[in-house]
């Protein structure tokens, strides 16, 4: 399954193992439980476990749960079950946080090494002493506490002695680094509050790129594969691996992040849609999150399809949205089954059908895949047509659906012929009426005439009312500004159509997949109820992408 041609990391996983430079592969997904996962951390999930499989390896589901002031149980959930989604096992679920005791040693060490301090520095004064780009940092004050000091100090924080704020631990490196992560950076801060893993065992946190690595070597993985703008921290992943005297060596190796063009997709503004009602909610079919994508009918393996064809270097990359669509199609194409729904429902009388006859059809579920069975349509004297198959002005020769005087094939059924058009008072079409011929019944053979195009319908009788919720991209510009994305918010992102499908969708459930004959792939929305059924448009019939 994995892209041969473009995957840098495989072949230096191959390397490695041919060489023996390690003899199995372990990676690791480390999501921070502060957000629903979006499609772009699809490209880390996919990533990290294909490639792991490619090599007989396997994966762990690490919750980066470092930082509890964003955090929450409800994401630890909703990760776990988005990868259930996707089809992928962890070899094991851990918290980051369940290393803090061993991470806290780890620290200790460091101090006895004189490789770490208690600053008392504050977060500005931090920042200000560290510099920038072009002005080397200057030393701490606190820079030369003794080890007994810094031990003791240390020691106070965790005891919780000391309010938010007012002291860090941080590394001793180099405050004239031209790599700004390596200018003595903090690696413990003291935050006071409830952790939804630990409680309140702890007051001081390591930061991520001090636990990160320590996490990765605890658990032996041997790649810990990150998106590109940890690539300056790299150089920090490795002098905490070097120095803290760790018996495993993990390798840091980054990759391109994965864009989609009229999508927003940092967990920061997917949660500012969210806080002000701007979308429904995570799951809301518009959002580029797994649960939103899901309720929008688009399917694990469409989502792995697209990842892997995507492909994997070493600069972030946007993705036509377009690209994605395609591959739902490709997935249901065969595995989707195909009624007839009306979006735009116009009443079609039969009029030299009998009244009170009800007729039983039967049609193929998907006329290019037989394995998936066939069902019952009924057929009677009032139909619904779609308004766009029907043409009031007299059509040109390029028209291929119905209008007055013309005779069209109705899917699985008769032949009709428009007749009249009834109006109503205010001028609006009512009905058509047309007739139909008898000896047109479709599986016959009929071949006498032929008509002028084929269109689908439900039966009045039998029909049964649905919603259906057309979507368009929540962002009008390709390239989405994260400045004024609110303001650059489709309009017509979300339009509801009333109308009717055949009765055999009655039985409908959340998340089964139909390809509504001539609509487009749609699937069932979890607020469907036999009274009113609901669906979702996945995607239209026909993109203009790889023609
Ligand atoms: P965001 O930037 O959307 O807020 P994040 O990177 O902060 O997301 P994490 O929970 O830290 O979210 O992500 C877990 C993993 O997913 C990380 O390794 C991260 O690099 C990766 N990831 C997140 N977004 C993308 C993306 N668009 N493309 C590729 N990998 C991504
Ligand atoms: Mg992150």
Redesign the pocket.
């Known amino acids: 399954m994995m892209n041969e041609t473009s995957n840098f990391i495989k072949t230096i996983m191959q390397k490695e193992l041919e060489t023996g430079v390690v003899d199995h592969i372990l990676t690791r ?4 439980p502060n ?1 629903y996962l ?1 499609i ?2 699809a ?2 999930i996919v990533t990290n476990f294909e490639l792991a499989k490619h090599f007989n390896g396997e994966t762990n589901l690490r919750f ?1 749960d470092t930082n509890p002031v964003k955090e929450d149980a409800e994401y630890v959930d909703a990760i776990r079950k988005d990868l259930e989604w996707l089809g992928y096992t962890p070899r094991i679920v851990v918290y980051g946080s369940s290393y803090f005791e061993k991470t806290y040693e780890k620290a200790i060490l460091l101090i006895k090494k004189g490789l770490a301090f208690v600053c008392d520095l504050t977060q500005e004064e931090i920042s200000e002493y560290r510099g920038d780009d072009k002005t080397p940092g200057k030393d701490s004050p606190y820079r030369n506490r003794s080890i007994e000091e810094n031990l003791k100090l240390f020691e106070e924080m965790r005891d919780g002695k000391y309010p938010n704020g007012s002291k860090t631990l941080r590394a001793k490196i180099d405050m004239a680094s031209p790599n700004i992560n390596m200018r003595d950076p903090v690696i413990y801060r003291i935050i006071h509050i409830n952790h939804h893993q630990t409680g309140d065992k702890w007051c001081i946190y390591p930061m991520y790129d001090f636990a990160h690595p320590l996490q990765d070597s605890f658990e032996g993985i041997t790649h810990s594969l ?2 590109l703008e ?1 690539e300056d921290h790299r150089p920090l992943y490795d002098w905490v691996i070097n120095n803290c005297e760790v018996e495993h060596k993990p390798r840091q190796i980054e ?1 391109g ?3 989609i063009t009229n999508m927003i ?4 503004y997917l949660k500012q849609l969210v806080d002000e009602n701007l979308v429904t909610g995570y799951d809301d079919p518009r959002m580029p999150t797994l649960v939103g994508l899901k309720r929008r009918g688009f399917t694990p393996n469409s989502i792995k399809e697209f990842i892997l064809s995507t492909g994997l270097s070493k600069i972030n990359s946007t993705v036509d949205y377009e690209m994605l669509e395609h591959f739902v199609r490709d997935d249901l194409k065969l595995k989707a089954s195909r009624p007839m729904a009306v979006l735009h429902p116009l009443k079609v009388v039969i009029t030299n059908y009998p009244e009170g006859k009800v007729e039983e059809l039967t049609a193929l579920n998907n006329n290019e895949n037989e394995e998936l069975g066939s069902r019952t349509l009924t057929f009677s004297r009032n139909i619904y047509i779609d308004q766009e198959d029907f043409i009031e002005e007299k059509p040109n020769k390029h028209w291929k659906r119905l209008s007055v005087g013309l005779e069209v094939r109705l899917m699985h059924a008769y032949f009709i012929k428009c007749e009249e058009v009834i109006y109503n008072e205010d001028g609006s079409i009512k009905e058509l009426h047309c007739t139909y011929d008898p000896a047109t019944k479709s599986g016959t053979g009929f071949n006498e005439r032929k008509p002028n195009g084929t269109i689908h319908f439900v039966d009045a009788a039998t029909a049964v009312p649905a919603q259906f919720n057309i979507f368009e991209p929540l962002m009008l510009d390709a390239k989405v500004s994260s400045d004024n994305f609110k303001e650059r918010m489709n309009p017509n992102s979300w339009v509801k159509l009333n109308g009717f499908v055949e009765r055999s969708l009655i039985d409908t459930k959340p998340l089964d997949h139909y390809q509504f004959v001539r609509c487009g792939y749609y699937v069932t929305d979890y607020d469907s109820s036999k009274e009113k059924l609901v669906f979702n448009q996945t995607v239209s019939l026909k993109s203009s992408f790889g023609k």
């Open positions: 997904f480390p999501p921070e957000a979006h772009g951390h490209r880390a980066d990150c998106s940890y990759f992040r994965l864009g997709m940092s967990k920061r």
